[in-house]
């Protein structure tokens, strides 16, 4: 069995207005020291052992999981005990 952390992120340049909303928020709680945000998802996906494991994971990714016209990903595959 292994854990996939999938990990998805905006694509520079793409505007993050739930990102703002939160750094706007951080410095009205006068946390002034806060730069950009930026907000992203996380996924864990439990697969079971395959010799084709990141092909599958970059299909899921493509196909579902994130938008490539905005989106990034990466991911890293634990194996699990």
Do not use: F, W
Request: hydrophobic content about 35%; overall charge negative.
């Amino acid at each position: 069995m292994r854990k996939v952390k999938i990990y998805i992120t905006l694509k520079e340049g793409v505007l993050d207005p739930q990102g703002k909303a939160v750094q706007h928020s951080l410095h009205s709680l006068e946390y002034k020291n806060v730069g950009e945000v930026r907000i992203g998802k996380y996924m864990e996906v439990m697969l079971e052992d395959e010799d084709n494991i990141e092909q599958q994971v970059e299909k899921m990714c493509d196909q579902l999981l994130a938008n490539p016209v905005i989106e990034d990903y990466s991911y890293t595959i634990e194996e699990v005990v």
